[in-house]
């Protein structure tokens, strides 16, 4: 099922999306996250509209044919703001869906904190509630685990602080996060679309701006409790974020897959997806 693409504006850029199902479906908001493209929910969407839901993706600032920002902001604070605003833009209701993997569960769990969510449900992948990772005393352990593992996945973030690093070696990042994270997927297709996506050194600076950003008071929305009813989804192999802390923050798992398990399981993402709304 190939997805209709056009254009929205906001005030600081214009958003590119793919959009799936009738217009008169459930409307579900889903966004993608780095490095990766809204055809990241090419394999999930279509078994969605299967159900009677309309899914929109739009490509996140900075990636094209989403333009980059004008304010040239990339804080929490602003990609939760687009979010909310696609909600109006494209005639959401308070049935709404927000669903996001990535820098797009951050953001999902960013809205999923604030009382005025205008979404009625929220879906977070591959990332959790950071709130939800604390240990009690019976996880404590687990979380020691955990915890050791972690740094081995990050490096990353702390290479995308370093200026022009990311953005001079952009490709060969990328291509070994994927086979990182998901080391059972052939990401060949996902990587050429994003080489589409993020086609020079402007692009790829702004795409590893969010990781820029979080070290400004733009993250303080995705540190807050998630208020909203929110569904955490995580894949049993995620070589990203480490399962163990998913599960101490109450994630469902998802066997046999990796980080980008909406591609790698998109129907057991779906079954999940579509039991919680139901």
């Known amino acids: 099922m190939l997805p209709r693409v056009h254009d929205l504006s906001l005030p600081t850029h214009d958003v590119g999306v793919l959009e799936w199902g009738p217009a008169d479906g459930r409307l579900v908001v889903a966004l993608h996250g780095f490095p990766d493209t809204a055809w990241t929910w090419r394999r999930v969407a279509p078994l969605l509209v299967e159900l009677g839901f309309r899914v929109v993706a739009p490509f996140l600032r900075g990636y094209a044919p989403s ?104 490709e060969r990042l990328t291509t070994r996060l994927w086979r990182s994270w998901s080391p059972a997927y052939d990401a060949s297709e996902d990587l050429a679309l994003l080489r589409s996506a993020v086609p020079d050194r402007e692009h790829a600076r702004a795409v590893v701006s969010y990781y820029r950003a979080m070290l400004g008071s733009g993250i303080k929305p995705a540190l807050a409790e998630p208020v909203q009813p929110l569904l955490v989804l995580h894949g049993d192999g995620d070589r990203c974020m480490e399962p163990g802390l998913a599960r101490i923050a109450g994630a469902t798992i998802i066997p046999g897959a990796g980080h980008f398990l909406q591609l790698e399981q998109p129907e057991a993402v779906a079954r999940e997806v579509s039991r919680f709304l139901a």
């Open 67 to 170: 333009g980059i920002p004008a304010d040239g902001d990339y804080s929490v604070r602003a990609l939760a703001a687009d979010a909310v605003a696609l909600h109006e833009m494209l005639g959401g209701g308070p049935d709404t869906v927000l669903l996001g993997h990535d820098w797009g569960a951050i953001t999902t769990n960013a809205v999923a904190a604030d009382p005025g969510s205008p979404y009625g449900a929220h879906v977070s992948l591959a990332v959790p509630p950071l709130t939800a990772m604390n240990p009690s005393r019976a996880t404590l352990r687990p979380w020691l685990t955990a915890m050791a593992r972690q740094p081995f996945h990050s490096w990353y973030i702390a290479a995308n602080q370093v200026p022009g690093l990311s953005e001079r070696n952009f």
